[in-house]
């Protein structure tokens, strides 16, 4: 790996020499731009001959989905949601990535000792009880996600050195007193303006159109005017719940259901518990956190001794369950950050648990129930076996008379005397489209896939089998002028309307760069204009911000005064009135904070880079046949 580097250099030089020749010019970037599961020890990737295994994969994910999590006040997040933040594909990304900077900081020198391993292990909040390491913790949390110490720290220190290498990234790199001065220009400067609204509606009667142009614009854009396919339909509708009675599943068929679907029948371990929670930002300084932890033991030392714990909550929590006693209802094992989850659950019954640290604060937990969980026994669910039998053979019943119905009618037996001797109803609907269809979407869309004339086979939807007859068919036409004359008319107006409201525009903004009035020229159309407080170009007027970037507004070259801005509705006009320069003064109250600001963006950029040179020297090879599995609705 990073063979060029190798043979020209001992340390990260080359790659900072490219990162710093990206910052010539000052920079604003934000960066940011199953079968598996069955496999534990799977290979997911290998980068630079090293594996990347199934096992850090899970727990990568994990962890991601714990943050996400907290993000949300402890909200559990559901498969669903992790699929649309996207967070299996983070999941594998993050391993490769610090995989590929742990390699390139060994190269480079920088390694993690065994002592400040266990020093940043033991200051995890996870692994901690009042400030202080509990060994515990740190067990269960390894118990509990199946890993060794040895995996564990493994994966720690790969992070340890990604850490350090950033942050000798971020020691090379400097900003100057011009990038300072020029963001504060740009943070700070400020424009006083006046802006006029020409929306497009209010000059349709403004434009008139002949027969000509409606026929042009008619064949220009005929796809508008396209009427959709339409389809009638006949049907007959079978509910399954109606053939229960047929039906009586055997003892052995319940048995089968049972012993086929275990996992169903499942109860997974769970607490019921309160607590209250003193807060504590994850940046507190130490006073903070020692006069936190202070009153949370102080509160703890109350509950212990059988005050009321609902009352305390109430009285001290600064949790939103405050007000209902700190109840925080029953929960599962991975609902809860690590820490709280596992003070819960070995806490006994009645008995209070803390003060447990976690990234929230400190936590006083009162256990009031503990299921344990465990298989149910068949006896115990034989209503819900028989009812689910029950439901899967009616289908099957109904399925076999919407499949020989089907037949008769295929066969050319009169539809109602088939309705007839079956008990039901043959009924017709259409012409519809398919998207105003007043039928279930599966059905729909057999009908427009079967021939006029021809039976369909038995669709299932709403709990019913649909037995069903393609009636007419009838194929998208384009309609005609005189068919579509009023929305033709409405559109062309509309267009119309724009291009006057654009002209009328562009005429203003040259008048004003020559010296106009924006209120002169607006009551020529009966519009008014308005004055805008200074702003900046961070809090431009609100009502301009659906109209595009008003900030050039600022940089407008010599002999320029005002400029258009195009939104769907319209177009603004704005006028500078008054260009404010920046408060000097303020310059050496702001300078920190722009410094750091500049500094994380360059940063930002800088470890993109990296990565990006990085990616280029690494061989990276994916697993796509265990990737294709895991990654499949995430890629």
Not at 55 to 83: C, H, T, W
Not at 379 to 387: K, S
Request: net charge negative; aromatic share 6%; glycine share 6%.
């Amino acid at each position: 790996m990073l063979t060029t580097m190798r043979q020209s250099i001992r340390s990260l030089q080359s790659i900072l020499w490219l990162v710093i020749a990206a910052f010539i010019i000052t920079i604003f970037y934000a960066w940011g731009k199953g079968g598996a599961a069955n496999n534990p020890s799977g290979i997911l990737a290998w980068v630079d001959g090293q594996e990347i295994l199934y096992r850090d994969y899970a727990q990568e994910l994990q962890n991601l989905s714990l943050s996400v999590q907290q993000a949300m006040g402890g909200k559990s997040i559901d498969p669903a949601m992790i699929e649309q933040l996207g967070l299996k594909q983070r999941a594998l990304d993050n391993l490769i990535q610090r995989r590929m900077l742990a390699n390139a900081a060994e190269e480079a020198g920088i390694e993690v000792s065994d002592a400040e391993l266990s020093d940043a292990i033991r200051a995890t909040p996870a692994f901690q009880e009042g400030g202080l390491f509990r060994k515990e913790f740190y067990d269960a949390f390894l118990r509990n996600r199946r890993m060794t110490p040895d995996l564990f720290e493994t994966s720690q220190r790969e992070l340890l050195q990604s850490v350090h290498l950033s942050q000798a990234v971020r020691g090379s790199l400097a900003v100057s007193d011009d990038e300072v001065a020029d963001a504060y220009r740009q943070q700070a400067e400020r424009v006083r303006a006046a802006y006029c609204v020409l929306p497009a509606a209010q000059l349709r009667d403004r434009v008139a159109v002949t027969e000509e142009e409606l026929a042009a614009y008619h064949d220009a854009h005929a796809e508008r005017y396209e009427a959709p396919p339409q389809a009638r339909i006949a049907y007959l509708a079978l509910r399954p719940a109606d053939f229960a009675a047929e039906v009586t599943p055997t003892d052995d068929e319940l048995t089968a259901e049972y012993e086929n679907h275990l996992e169903d029948f499942e109860i997974p371990e769970s607490v019921r518990a309160r607590h209250i929670l003193f807060r504590v930002a994850p940046d507190a300084d130490e006073a903070t956190v020692q006069a936190a932890e202070a009153r949370a033991q102080e509160v703890y030392q109350k509950a212990v001794a059988g005050e009321d714990f609902a009352a305390l909550a109430r009285e001290n929590s600064e949790d939103t369950t405050a007000s209902v006693g700190g109840d925080l209802g029953e929960f599962r094992r991975g609902q809860m950050v690590p820490a709280f989850e596992e003070a819960a659950f070995v806490t006994p019954v009645g008995e209070v648990a803390g003060p447990v640290r976690t990234s929230f604060g400190f936590h006083v937990i009162k256990v009031e129930a503990h299921n344990p969980g465990g298989l149910q026994p068949k006896e115990a669910v034989l209503d819900t076996l028989r009812e689910r039998v029950a439901q899967r053979q009616a289908k099957t019943v109904a399925l076999a008379r919407a499949s020989a119905l089907q037949g008769q009618l295929a066969d050319g037996v009169d539809p109602a005397q088939v309705a007839s001797d079956a008990g039901l109803t043959w009924q017709e609907a259409g012409p519809f489209t398919a998207a105003d269809a007043p039928l279930p979407k599966p059905l729909v869309e057999a009908l427009f896939e079967t021939p006029e004339g021809q039976v369909g086979r038995p669709v299932e939807a709403d709990d019913r089998f649909y037995v069903f007859r393609a009636v007419q068919r009838i194929a998208a036409r384009t309609e005609s002028l005189d068919e579509a004359r009023s929305q033709v008319e409405s559109d062309l107006r509309g267009d119309k309307a724009k291009a006057l409201a654009a002209t009328t525009a562009e005429q203003w903004r040259v008048a004003l760069d020559g010296g106009g009035d924006l209120a002169q020229l607006a009551g020529q159309l009966g519009l008014a204009t308005v004055t805008s407080a200074p702003f900046t170009r961070a809090n431009p007027p609100g009502a301009l911000r659906s109209y595009g970037d008003v900030t050039p507004i600022f940089d407008l070259p010599a002999g320029r005064s005002a400029l258009t801005l195009t939104g769907a509705e319209g177009v603004a006009v704005v006028q500078r009135l008054e260009l404010i320069p920046p408060d000097a003064a303020g310059m050496a109250s702001a300078r920190q904070e722009i410094e750091r600001r500049l500094l994380a963006a360059k940063h930002q950029l800088a470890m993109e880079v990296l990565l990006t040179h990085l990616q280029e020297e690494a061989k990276v090879r994916l697993n796509d046949k265990v990737l294709a599995q895991i990654l499949a609705s995430a890629r």
